[in-house]
């Protein structure tokens, strides 16, 4: 199964020398078209951490990306980013409860109702006088402008 992407492959780095491999998850959401935290949602399994203010340093070091300079990025594992953009996302993804469809009930049978007609309700919408307040700030005493 082909996921349908948008725009660069998101770059993986290291932060630390021989160490994990890491994408930036609004870039990996981005780039498979799942915006505003919907990645999250549809891959629950996923391995997710923010990024520390010295990992922020580093990579801005580095030269990586702006996205860095944001409060709370997200660090994904690019080994699990390419599980998904190569289609072998069900590890990822949120186990369902209920695996199979619900069949439906035959043995009940519906009572049938008898029929009655429907009664204008409207009664309800007749006006109602209610006094309106007024504003004696704005009450202008016309003896004082002549």
């Known amino acids: 199964m082909s996921v349908r992407t948008y725009g660069d492959k998101p770059m993986s780095f290291q ?31 996923m391995f997710r951490r923010t990024m520390t203010n010295e990992e ?3 990579l801005i070091d580095m030269g990586i990306n702006a996205h860095c ?20 996302d069900e590890k990822y993804k949120a186990v369902s409860v209920h695996s199979s469809e ?8 519906k009572k049938s ?8 309700n409207s009664s309800h919408l007749d006006a109602v006088p209610q006094a309106t307040p007024i504003n004696r700030n704005r009450v202008v005493n016309r003896r004082s402008l002549r």
């Open 56 to 58: 922020r340093k580093r």
């Open 102 to 109: 619900p069949t439906p009930r035959e043995g009940k049978t």
């Open 113 to 120: 109702m008898p029929w009655v007609p429907s009664l204008p």
């Open 69 to 88: 300079l944001a409060s709370s990025v997200s660090l994904l594992k690019a080994s699990e980013v390419e599980d998904i953009i190569d289609g072998n």
């Open 15 to 45: 932060i630390e020398d021989n160490g994990e491999y890491y994408c930036i998850g609004s870039e990996v959401g981005n780039y498979l078209r799942l915006f505003r935290g919907s990645l999250y949602k549809r891959y629950p399994g």
